[in-house]
């Protein structure tokens, strides 16, 4: 079985500031890894993804990841927040067998500050 | 364009009634999904399919009913069985064997009352 962790349901930055979105996962093969971002009503888009390989990810919008499988992490980053990342995040790892479902976590609002 | 349809948007029904949510996709993708979000609680996993005429239960499938005849096409049925059915309905689907990853429709908002 996996889980997810997102620790934080809300973060608050500055525009321009630096965004850290944390997330740790658990998982019993090696991990597929996600994150989505979700606008007001509408459904998610992925930002970026870890399969294999290089553990840092680099996504849309000027979001990177990076897997560090010794602490089980995948933390989201952006180096300067802009008013237009205010939304939601969700930190997705898969499972195991053909369907490979996701297992999500409880998501992350994201606030930019003027 | 490719993409996944749901509708409608909003839906309102009156407590007791069933009502069918659609999910259509032109992604010629062979899994499909239906997920529930609530505020705080993240998305959950109500029933998936792989294959025409095949599906599994998720995580909360107590309530809901779904059916595959298309591959396409991935409706789901919320029963006056189902307790809570006020929520956020996403729909996704993906190529099964690849990196899983999943595309999602823009989401049906269920209100009943």
């Known amino acids: 079985a996996q889980s997810v962790t997102q620790l934080g349901s809300h973060v608050s930055v500055s525009e321009g500031a630096l965004v850290l979105l944390r997330c740790n996962y658990s998982?019993?093969?090696?991990?597929?890894l996600f994150w989505y971002v979700q606008y007001p009503n509408q459904g998610l888009q992925l930002l970026l993804k870890?399969?294999?390989?290089?553990?840092l990810v680099k996504g849309i919008n000027g979001f990177e990841a990076e897997f560090k499988k010794s602490e089980t992490s995948f933390h989201l980053t952006k180096p300067s927040a802009h008013m237009s990342d205010a939304a939601e995040y969700f930190c997705a790892v898969s499972g195991t067998g053909s369907a490979r479902q996701l297992t999500f976590g409880s998501g992350t609002q994201l606030t930019v500050l003027p | 364009d490719g993409g996944i349809t749901q509708s409608p948007k909003y839906l309102f029904r009156k407590e007791g009634q069933n009502v069918t949510l659609s999910c259509e996709q032109n992604l010629n993708h062979d899994a499909m999904y239906w997920y529930r979000q609530d505020p705080g609680q993240g998305l959950r996993l109500i029933y998936y399919s792989q294959i025409v005429n095949d599906f599994q239960k998720g995580d909360i499938a107590e309530g809901y009913s779904v059916s595959r005849e298309k591959k396409e096409s991935f409706p789901l049925t919320v029963t006056s069985a189902q307790k809570n059915p006020t929520a956020f309905y996403l729909c996704?689907?993906?190529?099964?064997?690849?990196?899983?990853?999943?595309?999602f429709g823009p989401g049906t908002r269920l209100t009943v009352t």
């Open positions: 870890y399969t294999t390989g290089a553990t």
């Open positions: 998982s019993s093969v090696p991990p597929y």
């Open positions: 996704a689907s993906s190529i099964v064997r690849d990196s899983h990853e999943q595309y």
